[in-house]
């Protein structure tokens, strides 16, 4: 049998009861596996919202090691920081603060596919790990959460969201209070139960916030530095990149007010992601540049990002696809209303992205998958 292990990225929940960070994509892994004849069982992963990559490690081994039979094939699929979770994990002679055997599940590891992963780090990790930063990170996460349970942000919220981001790119304007008292406005419109959920959801990210340090340009080449691929294992990525702020994205988001407020803050993380220092990625540009013109037609540059990670910061092993989506749409928060259950876009960057590509894409997973499942896993020995 071939366990298959989805881990969220930064930031990322589970589940919240029936929100889901992979909603549509369990169900679509199990039909794509079965055409392909793959015998495979779809997991997601309980993790650390953002505590070091380390201890996500740990986490992703204890679900691992809680589900996987002795004799079962192991695939892991990171999305975001996800990715990097998995690669630590796959590393040969890696430490990590468990009870378990690492290398008699490590050894057993398949196939690593990272989905829009930082390997390179992004610039959004340094301004988040500052105070207002990490607030404006709260509530862009209580955000999500809310537009997947209720579908829209209050008009309320949105008229106060749109007058904070008209001064995102001012420190002198930020307001704390501001931020605080949108997040306890739409945390007030849930059941008394689900508030509790969320409480201890994000007690857990005051706990530990150690990965927004690791995430930074200048941090992720320790990691990069100390992490091999494991013999025997077969990588793969995914890439995304989105469209830059300009008219073009503002005028196919269309007029109405809920997606103008939130393609604004999208704007806004674009800009903030497209900071990368050139240096950082100049490596992977020229390892990749002629398979960025295949699937792109051009090589991005160190400004080109899905809103979230520079695209250049994105690949890593082989390139399986390449989408133009941004950070959250490969995942399946982009707008299909029709689709049951719907897809949600909370964050419209008018990217495009829509349920046809999503499926093209993720089948293009399934079939790397599904050309590893048959491989012998490396030995201890070989590792």
């Known amino acids: 049998m071939n366990q298959i292990y989805l881990i969220p990225g930064f930031f990322g ?21 079965d055409r392909l004849e793959v015998p495979a069982e779809v997991h997601m992963v309980h993790t650390l919202p953002t505590a070091s990559i380390r201890r996500r490690a740990a986490a992703l081994l204890n679900d691992i090691a ?6 079962d094939a192991i695939h892991l699929i990171g999305h975001s920081t996800g990715g990097l979770d998995a690669r630590l994990l796959s590393s040969p002679n890696v430490s990590l603060d468990t009870p378990h055997d690492i290398e008699s599940f490590a050894s057993r590891i398949r196939s690593v596919v990272t989905v829009s992963t930082p390997h390179h780090g992004t610039p959004l990790a340094t301004f988040f790990s500052g105070i207002i930063g990490q607030k404006l990170l709260r509530l862009l996460s209580i955000t999500t959460v809310y537009s997947l349970r209720f579908g829209r942000l209050p008009l309320s919220f949105l ?4 007058k904070l981001i008209s001064v995102l790119d001012n420190p002198l304007g930020w307001n704390q209070t501001i931020l605080d008292q949108l997040f306890a406005q739409l945390l007030g419109d849930f059941t008394a139960d689900r508030r509790l959920a969320l409480s201890e959801f994000f007690s857990n990210v005051g706990e530990d916030q150690s990965l927004l340090s690791q995430l930074t340009p200048e941090n992720i080449d320790l990691f990069n530095a100390s992490i091999v691929n494991r ?9 995304t990149w989105s469209l830059p702020p300009n ?24 800009r903030a992601a497209s900071r990368m220092p050139p240096p950082k990625v ?16 051009e090589v991005p540059t160190a400004r080109d990002t ?3 990670v520079p695209t250049l910061s994105q690949p890593h092993g082989e390139v399986i696809a390449a989408a133009r989506a941004d950070h959250l749409d490969i995942v399946g928060h982009f707008k299909d209303p029709h689709h049951e259950p719907p897809h949600i876009d909370w964050l419209a960057s008018g990217s495009g992205f829509r349920r046809p590509q999503f499926d093209t894409i993720w089948y293009q997973v399934c079939q790397f998958i599904s050309d590893t499942a048959l491989r012998r896993p490396a030995s201890p020995k070989s590792a």
């Open 13 to 33: 929940f589970t589940n919240l009861g029936e929100l889901l960070y992979f909603m549509h994509l369990k169900d679509l892994l199990h039909e794509q596996l």
């Open 66 to 71: 809680a589900t996987a039979g002795e004799e």
């Open 159 to 162: 008229l106060r969201l749109g």
């Open 231 to 239: 013999p025997g294992t077969c990588y793969g990525s995914v890439l």
């Open 247 to 270: 008219i073009r994205g503002r005028l196919k988001v269309g007029l109405d007010p809920y997606a103008q407020v939130t393609h604004s803050l999208y704007n806004w993380l674009y």
């Open 282 to 297: 100049a490596d992977p540009t020229r390892r990749y540049a002629d398979v960025f013109r295949s699937r792109y037609g």
């Open 306 to 308: 899905d809103g979230i």
